[in-house]
């Protein structure tokens, strides 16, 4: 259909099908934001880093990643920490990405940090440069997310810096 339309994205959303998905996704866009709206999803009160709550996402939280950027808190700190569910296996993830929206972004130049190679040597992780994530046991949750805030506090001054 695009190529018998020159490329026009319009011939494929008049569709029925496509008009329904886009409503689907609509509609999976509002819940996610409803479940993102409330503040105790968030805690904001690392120097560098806010951490969203993801666990009880009604979808999943890859589809949606930049909905906690929404919340002021969160979107004035360099780096975000994504709580996932946790699987089958009792392990959990964590994502680990810089905020692509914060206002002073030479931070990430000056003071650089490796968020894949900081994943790996979490355990079993990777990434990129600017994004990644590891799964640990459910139960060193705390202590791995808590080395991260470390390990970025370390990497980055404060907020506000010259």
């Given at each position: 259909?695009?190529?018998g339309?020159?490329l026009?994205p ?6 029925p099908?496509w ?15 409803v479940?993102?709206?409330?503040k ?10 806010a ?6 996402a ?21 780096y ?16 680990i ?34 994004a990644?994530?590891?799964?640990v046991p459910?139960a ?8 991260i805030?470390v ?12």
């Open positions: 259909t695009l190529a339309h020159q026009n319009d011939s494929l959303l008049t569709q099908i008009k329904a998905r886009l409503k689907l996704i609509e509609l999976e866009l509002e819940e996610q934001r479940y993102w709206r409330k105790s999803r968030f805690r904001v009160d690392h120097p560098v880093a951490i969203a709550d993801g666990r009880g009604p979808y999943s939280t890859s589809n949606f990643r930049y909905l906690p950027f929404e919340d002021d808190g969160v979107n004035s700190k360099p975000l920490i994504t709580l996932r569910p946790p699987n089958m296996f009792n392990k959990i993830n964590i994502g990405s810089r905020n692509p929206f914060y206002a002073n972004p030479e931070l990430f130049s000056s003071h650089p940090i490796n968020l894949g190679a900081l994943a790996r040597s979490l355990g079993q992780g990777g990434g990129r440069i600017e990644s994530s590891v799964t459910t060193e949750l705390t202590g791995t997310v808590n080395t805030l390990e970025l506090e370390q990497a980055a001054p404060a907020p506000g810096f010259k």
